[in-house]
């Protein structure tokens, strides 16, 4: 029970003020009042030089991966603001409320990063009888990738499940596609709205099983007198990034939860599609799952 927000560029290293502006960064922080259980982003930035083997270690042709994870609501953390002046061709920000019965430790902070994979999840992924996966013992996971995503909840158990569909060969959008079909045959109802980055591409998927908010959802936000702000709760958008020149230059997509108007140019991503996007050439689609 989650906000995420993500984007790629044409391969120039911006900001989340850059991509945003200043005030909707705030109200987009704004929303940790609600999701107060941690925060975290990962970006892609080009290292300041360029790894060599004077120290014995061999060049890296990959750019790096900058990770940030906190228990503390973003609204109380003063790297907040640091973190989202930095330049990055494309970053995650994820908002944590957690699932029932997930233990808020850094372990379940997002994104989880693996394989040079980051990721994020805005779900709870249980059976008709609020039995989360994580307890479910039969349900076939690799212990091993599991492990290896560094958390311990559902969210960790969905990308372990993604990165074994990379290693047999898919590619990264049909790996994610292939997890939510399976998924679905144990929790159809779940929610699976996640991002996923890796060095060149950058994935936004709107994979709701229910499309109405959850009583308990709105319970949640009506204690905090925004009650309206859930009824979207599912909803993500998303609104495509033009350079000076009003070239087309990347994508930003987010859950609801602060201002998207139409008006501005966001435009509601359908249930069951998912946005692929080149954090290198800013080109991207929507294809469905």
């Not at 790096?64 to 609204?75: Q, R």
């Not at 994104?111 to 249980?126: K, M, Q, T």
Request: aromatic share 10%; proline share 4%; hydrophobic share 35%.
């Amino acid at each position: 029970m989650c906000r995420l927000l993500g984007y790629a560029t044409a391969g120039a290293n911006l900001s989340l003020n850059d991509i945003l502006g200043i005030p909707t960064v705030e109200e987009f922080r704004e929303l940790s009042r609600i999701h107060n259980d941690g925060w975290g982003c990962a970006s892609l930035y080009d290292p300041p030089e360029t790894p060599g083997t004077m120290d014995g270690g061999a060049p890296s042709p990959e750019t790096g991966t900058k990770l940030y994870k906190s228990t503390v609501a973003a609204k109380h953390d003063p790297l907040f603001h640091e973190l989202v002046r930095e330049g990055a061709r494309g970053a995650l920000y994820h908002l944590r409320l957690a699932s029932s019965g997930i233990p808020l430790i850094l372990e379940n902070q997002q994104p989880f990063f693996s394989n040079g994979l980051s990721f994020i999840h805005n779900g709870d992924i249980s059976d008709s009888h609020g039995r989360n996966i994580v307890d479910n013992k039969q349900y076939p996971v690799n212990r091993s990738t599991f492990l290896g995503t560094g958390g311990r909840s559902d969210s960790a158990i969905f990308f372990s499940i993604i990165l074994e569909y990379i290693a047999s060969g898919y590619e990264l959008d049909e790996a994610v596609a292939q997890t939510v079909r399976q998924l679905r045959q144990t929790y159809p109802k779940s929610s699976y709205n996640c991002m996923i980055q890796s060095q060149d591409t950058f994935i936004a998927l709107n994979a709701a099983g229910r499309e109405r908010t959850s009583s308990r959802i709105i319970e949640i936000y009506e204690e905090y007198g925004v009650g309206e702000k859930a009824l979207d709760y599912r909803v993500m958008r998303y609104r495509p990034l033009t350079d000076d020149q009003n070239n087309a230059a990347g994508i930003v997509v987010a859950s609801s939860g602060f201002d998207q108007f139409e008006a501005d140019g966001w435009k509601e991503l359908g249930n069951d599609q998912m946005i692929v996007a080149s954090n290198r050439t800013g080109q991207w689609r929507i294809r469905g799952i």
